[in-house]
């Protein structure tokens, strides 16, 4: 060792000038060359290390408090915040009451055309929907559920049997359908629901239904999260009424009721899938179910008035002053006019379209909403304006 090579060469004397000898070569290699001390510890006392304070006693009796050290034998205080009352959220009807006495699962076995190459008979495939028992012995489900069904089969709860069932009317522009069974025994003890009307923003429903990783009955609550108009993926083209809630729809749901306080409010029907959004999901509100079911009351569906046009918002002055429009709100641009549809010889491309069945027509292109109130029989009443500043409204 190093330390031992300076000990045996050194011609000192004095054990005292070796000791301070050694001490000064240690501390120079030390801060020269960078390296870390030595672990081990040189013969002498050690050094002296500070007197530990402990914190003072306290005197006997009582007496003011001492402070102590934070983090030592004490807990933060939380400030003090006031007491806010939360209201508690109404409850989802029991699942023993009207649901399950209504709820049914509905088994299809379908087969899908191939539209490109018809003659081909395609594969079978299977699908589990649920429905709901109505007055009149008839079940309501989705469009989806039941389209290109081959056969069905239907199940209630607490009975084994399957029961065949039929269709009797489909309408792919709002996914509705209606389906029975011929067994008159089968809605024995089954009963019919009753309707409700929209509900309100944040209130909660519960959904039901037959989803997947199961085989008994389903429910999910959640709350009322949006009223707006969406697309129906079901057929793609056509834009209704829809609420979107957050309670879990999952395949297996479509069809069920959305309830609230054992009434009707909607029936589940679309949601996001994957990673695109979670919580989000779709019923069919009563204002759609309530046109469906007087639409089939003559024993046809006719489905929903189409005014065959397109349209563009009126939003700028600038462009409202130009087509000799108030400033008022109102009105909607017309783009194009279906040849073939019921505004052929009516509108034309230009004209300004301003109300429909004398129900006003925001400039936003609230068009949409007064078209769930029109049927096929109906006498439509348009206003519209040229876009000129000469022409006045004609009224047809």
């Given at each position: 060792?190093?330390?031992?090579?300076?000990?045996?060469?050194?011609?000192?004397?004095?054990?005292?000038?070796?000791?301070?000898?050694?001490?000064?070569?240690?501390?120079?290699?030390?801060?020269?060359?960078?390296?870390?001390?030595?672990?081990?510890?040189?013969?002498?006392?050690?050094?002296?290390?500070?007197?530990?304070?402990?914190?003072?006693?306290?005197?006997?009796?009582?007496?003011?408090?001492?402070?102590?050290?934070?983090?030592?034998?004490?807990?933060?205080?939380?400030?003090?915040?006031?007491?806010?009352?939360?209201?508690?959220?109404?409850?989802?009807?029991?699942?023993?009451?009207?649901?399950?006495?209504?709820?049914?699962?509905?088994?299809?076995?379908?087969?899908?055309?191939?539209?490109?190459?018809?003659?081909?008979a395609g594969m079978l495939g299977r699908g589990v929907g649920a429905g709901f028992v109505i007055d009149g012995n008839r079940i309501m489900t989705n469009a989806h559920v039941v389209s290109n069904s081959r056969y069905l089969t239907v199940e209630r709860d607490?009975?084994?049997?399957?029961?065949?069932?039929?269709?009797?009317?489909?309408?792919?522009?709002?996914?509705?359908?209606?389906?029975?069974?011929?067994?008159?025994?089968?809605?024995?003890?089954?009963?019919?629901?009753?309707?409700?009307?929209?509900?309100?923003?944040?209130?909660?429903?519960?959904?039901?239904?037959?989803?997947i990783g199961g085989e008994r009955m389903s429910v999910t609550t959640g709350i009322v999260s949006r009223i707006d108009f969406q697309l129906y993926t079901h057929s793609s083209i056509d834009q209704h009424l829809a609420i979107q809630i957050s309670a879990q729809?999952?395949?297996?749901?479509?069809?069920?009721?959305?309830?609230?306080?054992?009434?009707?409010?909607?029936?589940?029907?679309?949601?996001?899938?994957?990673?695109?959004?979670?919580?989000?999901?779709?019923?069919?509100?009563?204002?759609?179910?309530?046109?469906?079911?007087?639409?089939?009351?003559?024993?046809?569906?006719?489905?929903?008035?189409?005014?065959?046009?397109?349209?563009?918002?009126?939003?700028?002055?600038?462009?409202?002053?130009?087509?000799?429009?108030?400033?008022?709100?109102?009105?909607?641009?017309?783009?194009?006019?279906?040849?073939?549809?019921?505004?052929?010889?009516?509108?034309?491309?230009?004209?300004?379209?301003?109300?429909i069945d004398n129900h006003p027509i925001a400039s936003d292109g609230n068009v949409d909403l007064e078209g769930e109130h029109v049927e096929m029989p109906e006498v439509v009443e348009r206003k519209f304006k040229r876009a000129c500043n000469s022409t006045p409204?004609?009224?047809?």
């Open positions: 060792m190093l330390f031992d090579h300076i000990v045996s060469s050194s011609t000192l004397s004095g054990m005292k000038g070796l000791r301070g000898f050694i001490i000064i070569l240690a501390l120079v290699g030390s801060t020269s060359f960078g390296q870390q001390p030595s672990q081990e510890q040189p013969n002498g006392p050690l050094p002296q290390q500070p007197p530990q304070q402990l914190p003072p006693q306290q005197p006997n009796g009582p007496g003011p408090e001492q402070p102590r050290p934070p983090g030592v034998g004490t807990k933060p205080q939380a400030p003090q915040q006031n007491v806010v009352a939360v209201p508690v959220p109404m409850a989802p009807p029991q699942p023993n009451g009207p649901v399950e006495k209504s709820l049914v699962r509905i088994t299809a076995t379908e087969v899908a055309p191939d539209y490109r190459a018809p003659w081909n607490g009975d084994p049997n399957k029961y065949p069932a039929k269709v009797l009317f489909v309408a792919h522009d709002c996914d509705l359908a209606l389906i029975t069974v011929d067994s008159p025994n089968f809605f024995k003890n089954m009963q019919p629901v009753k309707f409700g009307g929209i509900p309100q923003l944040e209130s909660t429903v519960s959904a039901y239904g037959y989803p729809i999952n395949p297996g749901n479509s069809g069920g009721p959305v309830m609230q306080n054992t009434k009707v409010i909607g029936v589940a029907f679309q949601g996001y899938s994957g990673d695109i959004a979670q919580g989000v999901a779709y019923m069919i509100p009563t204002p759609v179910i309530n046109r469906f079911l007087k639409d089939v009351n003559d024993g046809r569906y006719d489905g929903y008035v189409d005014l065959g046009l397109t349209y563009a918002k009126l939003q700028n002055p600038a462009q409202r002053r130009y087509l000799g429009l108030k400033d008022d709100g109102r009105g909607v641009l017309v783009e194009t006019v279906v040849a073939a549809g019921p505004c052929a010889k009516l509108l034309k491309p230009g004209d300004v379209l301003l109300s409204c004609r009224r047809i």
